[in-house]
T-cell receptor, first 116, second 116 residues
C-alpha cells in the first residue's frame, strides 16, 4: 500500500485567495509529481521534482508553484485562486530506475479544488 | 504529437465477458515502460500492470494482461471475466526520458462500463 498523502481532499474557496495543497510521502522517493485532471479527462503533468531543491515545470502550463525543501514534502501553491483553477490535483511519487524498479507512480487520493 | 493514444472514449462489456482496451504509443527511445492505471469514480489512481520495452513476454496480473506488440507500438489491456467493480476510467501511460529524469505521460483514457 502506497504511503502518500494529500490534504485537503476537498477545498471550496473564493476567487483571489491563496491556497496550498499539501503532499507528503513516507517511502523515501526522490521523484515527486503534480498532475492536474478535470473530471473524466486525462492527467496533465504540471510540476515535477527529482530531489530536494529540484523543481521543473511540466507539459501543461500552470500558474501554480511548487517547492521541494524536504524529500518527503512537495506542496503546491496558488497565490491567487481563480475559477479556471477548479480541478482535481493529484500528487505522485516514484522510485529511481535501478534494481529492476519500473518507475511506477504511487498516487495520493487527490485534492479536489473548487474556486467560486 | 500525441505520445499515448487511446481511441476508445467509452466501452461497454457484459459481466463475465472479456474486454480489450486499446493503447498505442509513440517514442524513439529504445528503453521505455508502459503502464495501465484504473481510476474509479472516487478519483484515486490504481496501478494495474506494467510492461517494459525489453520484456519478452506479455505482462499478466490476475485478470489483467497486456497485449504488447512492439513493432505496432501497441499495448492493449485485456480484462478477462469482467466484474461490475471494473467499471471505471482506464488510463494507459508511458514512461519516457533518460535514466532518473523520466516521467509518465498519460493517454486520454477509456471509460469502461460493465453491465449485468
Amino acid at each position: 500500500e502506497a504511503d502518500i498523502y494529500q490534504t485537503p481532499r476537498y477545498l471550496v474557496i473564493g476567487t483571489g485567495k491563496k491556497i496550498t495543497l499539501e503532499c507528503s510521502q513516507t517511502m523515501g522517493h526522490d521523484k515527486m509529481y503534480w498532475y492536474q485532471q478535470d473530471p473524466g479527462m486525462e492527467l496533465h503533468l504540471i510540476h515535477y521534482s527529482y530531489g530536494v531543491n529540484s523543481t521543473e515545470k511540466g507539459d501543461l502550463s500552470s500558474e501554480s508553484t511548487v517547492s521541494r525543501i524536504r524529500t518527503e514534502h512537495f506542496p503546491l501553491t496558488l497565490e491567487s485562486a481563480r475559477p479556471s483553477h477548479t480541478s482535481q490535483y493529484l500528487c505522485a511519487s516514484s522510485e529511481n530506475l535501478f534494481g529492476g524498479n519500473t518507475g511506477e507512480l504511487f498516487f495520493g487520493e487527490g485534492s479536489r479544488l473548487t474556486v467560486l | 504529437a500525441q505520445k499515448i493514444t487511446q481511441t476508445q472514449p467509452g466501452m461497454f462489456v457484459q459481466e463475465k465477458e472479456a474486454v480489450t482496451l486499446d493503447c498505442t504509443y509513440d517514442t524513439s527511445d529504445p528503453s521505455y515502460g508502459l503502464f495501465w492505471y484504473k481510476q474509479p469514480s472516487s478519483g484515486e489512481m490504481i496501478f494495474l500492470i506494467y510492461q517494459g520495452s525489453y520484456d519478452q513476454q506479455n505482462a499478466t496480473e490476475g485478470r489483467y494482461s497486456l497485449n504488447f506488440q512492439k513493432a505496432r507500438k501497441s499495448a492493449n489491456l485485456v480484462i478477462s471475466a469482467s466484474q461490475l467493480g471494473d467499471s471505471a476510467m482506464y488510463f494507459c501511460a508511458m514512461r519516457e526520458g533518460a535514466y532518473n529524469t523520466d516521467k509518465l505521460i498519460f493517454g486520454t483514457g477509456t471509460r469502461l462500463q460493465v453491465f449485468p
